[in-house]
Structures are given as structure tokens and as C-alpha cells.
């Protein structure tokens, strides 16, 4: 080869290395950016509860939460949501976690059970202990229930048929959410035979909720959520930063989340962007995508949502009926003399009002007011066996569960939903017999005192 030929062979080969080199080097950008934004978006240590510092001499032994993939290893619901920040995007945990505006609520509703403090009794046989408990007139293992949640798609694709799979497995209740990604017919045929209820959003006019109804009965849904506090939407400020308005997501949230190849695969790469399959009927053909379908609906809620709508509703549905969203005694008044079946103190998980009182705060009061006529339930800020059992203590027939399993679904999917249900009944079931009582009936106000209040604890 002449010094011409071989000048040439190698303008030919670097010509054709550019192209790959460039790739290589826009590949190598893209890993490096996406471990900055990754570790940006992330906690670099999953800190235990700030009570275990006692346990530790100047920071050793190290504690750290389990974030690998294996469900099973999980010994709590914070190693359930350490696997989730470790496996899904900013926006989608920012959906899950955040609260309105200073999260004060958020924050009240976890804080509130810290300030009950347990009286166990000792020297009891409770080695014939049981969750065994009554909802609505039917047996359920444990006084928990599934707690509607909507947008679970954006956590895993058909999460809502896994939630109600897991529900179904750990024998309580599963309510499917107006806004869930799965049909209700779908989630229907992932549990067979399970408490399958449905939560009703009121929006558009009254042929909308009332098909949405007939459909359920159809179904088979055993009970109708009316949820009553979001006809406007809370503020929701940590997760509207990670949208451009409303209608996608931000330049920095996308490319974030492209540092999540897993989350990527096992949803949108797979599966494509989650829809509203329950109500895209009623939607307008131009705004059936997932943000504007989202934003449709809450433009469309009626602020004009009163008691006569409830009225209207529990002549429509004969079925048990449960109103969720009570916060003011008044309200719980109300409720008594309206026929519904039972009724939800919630504050939305801290994500509509903020600076409310915490649900737990108003459980004494309602169970007062109420006595038999009506169940109580309690949603919000269940994290621990002995949170559930705390609720029930003060008066709440059973609780609703919604973050805690959606860590186990943005952790691993059906099999951590079910992990999350069982370290929730684990825990309730050990804190039993600990406590000192073999029944749930057997829980009352004298087993607990308040760390916060002046009074002292009661004599016998």
C-alpha cells in the first residue's frame, strides 16, 4: 500500500469512528447525568426513625433501611418505601409522597400517634389471639382496608388489579379509585371473589356518577365511597414543580426519569402512558391523555357538591354507602341522621387543606357522637401495627391503608403490596399479644394515655 492509499484508509477510518465515538461519548453524558440527577432525586442514606439514635454511639452501628429487590427481606413498611425511592422517578414519588403546600397536615396526620402511648397489661394468656374482625357485616382477617388511590399506574402498570390481588390474598377489602388505571372490570377479574368497592368522584353531571354506579353494581362492588373533600384541587406545590402547567412533565423531571431504565421497562416502554379507562367515555376525544384527562376532571368536579347530593346518591345506591373526607364533628352529626352506612376521617393523606387536624385527632369525638349507628374508619398516616392499633383503641372500627402498600407496589409490584399487608398484620398481632389483649373488641381508651395532656393516667 502506498503512503497515499494508506493516508487515505486512515481518513476513511476516522471518518467512520466519528459517528460511533460521538454515540459513545453522548451515551457515557447521558449515565453520568443520569447518576447526578438519580442522586439528586434520591436520599443518600434511608435514616431509621430518629427514636433508634439510642441504640447508637456516634453514628455506629450504621443503620440502613434494605433497598434491594427482594419484597421478602423487607422487615418494615421503611424498607418497603426505601425500595420504591430506590426504584422509581422524582415525579412519580413526589405524586406518592407530597402533601399541600407546607405539608402541615402531612405532618400532623404521622405525628398524631406519637402522642398516644401505650398501658400494656402483663401477666395474660394471649396465646388465643386474633385480628379476626367485622366489616359492614362481613368477617375480614385483619380491621384494615385498601384505601382508594388513583394515577397507580404511573407506580406500576395494572397496579390497581395488583393491589386488589393483594387485598384479596390478605382477606380485607380493596377500593378502587374513580381515577385508577385498570377498569373495574379488570380489577374484578384479578380477585375473583374479593371485597371489590368503588370510590365515585362527582364530576360532570348526574348521568356520569350514575352510570359509574350501574357499572359497579354490574361489577359486583360490594360497597360506594363517596369522597367528599376534593371538589377543589389541594395545592399540591412539590409535585406541580415537576410539570410545565399542566400538561407535562418539566425538561429536568423527564430526563430524571430516564435515569430509571426498570421503572421504564416495566411501565411505559412496555405498556405505554397509564389512561382512565373508567371514565374516558365521558371525556372530550382531545383531552384523553393522561395529564389532560387529570385536569379535565378537576374542572369539571362540581363545588356545588352538598347533602342533597348525598341524598341523591343513597337513594340511587342501595348497597352500603360510606362518605369519606370527614373532618368536623358537625359533620359526623350529619352523617348519622343522612342513612349512610360508615364514614372516613381523612384529611386526603394531607394533600387538599392544609393545617388541619390530624384523623386520629378526631376519633374519640366521633365515636362519641356516633356510638353504634354508624362504622368509624380512619385513613391517613398508617405506618405500623401499632398505628392500627392505636386507631382502634380510641374507637375506630377498622383503618384505611394507602401509602404504606403503595411503597410495596413502587417497591416490587403485587409481591410487595402483599408484603406491605402482611408486616402491617405481623406487627398488629406481636403488639397484641405485647399489650396484653386477645381480641380487637377487647381494645379500648384505658390501654393508651396521651404523652401531651395534662391529665393522669386513669384509676381503675
Given at each position: 500500500m502506498s503512503p497515499r492509499q494508506r493516508f487515505a484508509h486512515h481518513r476513511n477510518t476516522q471518518k467512520s469512528l466519528a459517528p460511533l465515538l460521538e454515540c459513545g461519548l453522548a451515551g457515557l453524558a447521558g449515565i453520568v447525568a443520569g447518576l447526578v440527577l438519580a442522586?439528586?432525586?434520591?436520599p443518600t442514606?434511608?435514616?431509621?426513625?430518629r427514636h433508634t439514635e439510642l441504640a447508637q454511639l456516634d453514628g455506629t452501628p450504621s443503620r440502613r433501611y434494605y433497598t434491594g429487590v427482594n419484597a421478602q427481606r423487607a422487615v418494615a413498611i421503611g424498607d418497603l418505601r426505601a425500595m420504591s425511592h430506590r426504584c422509581l422517578p422524582r415525579f412519580a414519588l413526589e405524586y406518592v409522597e407530597g402533601g399541600a403546600q407546607d405539608e402541615a397536615s402531612m405532618f400532623r396526620e404521622r405525628r398524631a400517634y406519637a402522642d398516644w402511648r401505650f398501658v400494656p397489661r402483663t401477666l395474660v394468656d394471649v396465646s388465643g389471639r386474633t385480628l379476626e374482625s367485622d366489616i359492614l357485616g362481613r368477617p375480614a382477617a385483619m380491621p384494615l382496608v385498601v384505601a382508594p388511590t388513583g394515577l397507580n399506574g404511573i407506580i406500576r402498570a395494572h397496579g390497581d388489579s395488583m393491589l386488589a390481588r393483594a387485598a384479596f390474598e390478605a382477606g380485607v377489602p380493596f377500593v378502587q379509585s374513580t381515577m385508577s388505571n385498570d377498569s373495574m372490570e379488570q380489577v374484578a377479574k384479578a380477585a375473583p371473589g374479593g371485597r371489590h368497592w368503588w370510590q365515585l368522584y362527582v364530576f360532570g353531571g348526574d348521568e356520569v356518577w350514575q352510570e359509574l354506579l350501574r357499572r359497579a353494581d354490574q361489577t359486583g362492588c360490594e360497597a360506594l365511597v363517596l369522597t367528599t373533600n376534593t371538589q377543589i384541587f389541594g395545592d399540591r406545590e412539590w409535585q406541580r414543580r415537576n410539570q410545565v402547567g399542566n400538561k407535562r412533565l418539566s425538561t429536568s423531571a423527564a430526563v430524571e426519569s430516564m435515569s430509571h431504565p426498570r421503572w421504564l421497562m416495566q411501565n411505559l416502554l412496555t405498556h405505554g402512558t397509564p389512561t382512565f379507562p373508567n371514565i374516558i367515555d365521558f371525556l372530550p376525544k382531545d383531552q384523553r391523555s393522561f395529564f389532560a384527562a387529570s385536569r379535565w376532571v378537576r374542572a369539571h368536579q362540581p363545588t356545588s357538591l352538598s347533602w342533597d347530593t348525598v341524598a341523591k346518591i343513597r337513594q340511587y345506591w342501595k348497597k352500603p354507602f360510606i362518605l369519606k373526607g370527614i373532618l368536623c364533628p358537625e359533620d359526623v352529626r350529619r352523617a348519622v341522621d343522612s342513612g349512610v352506612d360508615a364514614i372516613v376521617l381523612s384529611s386526603h393523606g394531607g394533600r387538599q387543606l392544609d393545617w388541619t387536624i390530624s384523623p386520629l385527632d378526631l376519633v374519640p369525638t366521633a365515636r362519641e357522637i356516633a356510638r353504634d349507628r354508624i362504622a368509624i374508619y380512619l385513613a391517613g398516616g398508617i405506618r405500623r401495627g401499632t398505628d392500627m392499633l392505636k386507631a382502634l383503641a380510641l374507637g375506630a372500627?377498622?383503618?384505611?391503608?394507602?401509602?404504606?402498600?403503595?411503597?410495596?407496589?413502587?417497591?416490587?409490584g403485587a409481591a410487595g403490596a402483599s408484603r406491605a399487608l402482611e408486616i402491617l398484620k405481623s406487627e398488629a398481632s406481636d403488639a397484641m399479644g405485647l399489650?396484653?389483649?386477645?381480641?380487637i373488641s377487647?381494645?379500648?381508651p384505658r390501654l393508651l394515655t396521651n404523652v401531651r395532656s395534662s391529665a393522669m393516667l386513669t384509676l381503675p
Open positions: 442522586r439528586r432525586s434520591h442514606a434511608y435514616d431509621p426513625n372500627d377498622a383503618v384505611w391503608v394507602g401509602r404504606a402498600v403503595l411503597y410495596g407496589l413502587g417497591a416490587a399489650l396484653g389483649v386477645n381480641r377487647e381494645l379500648n
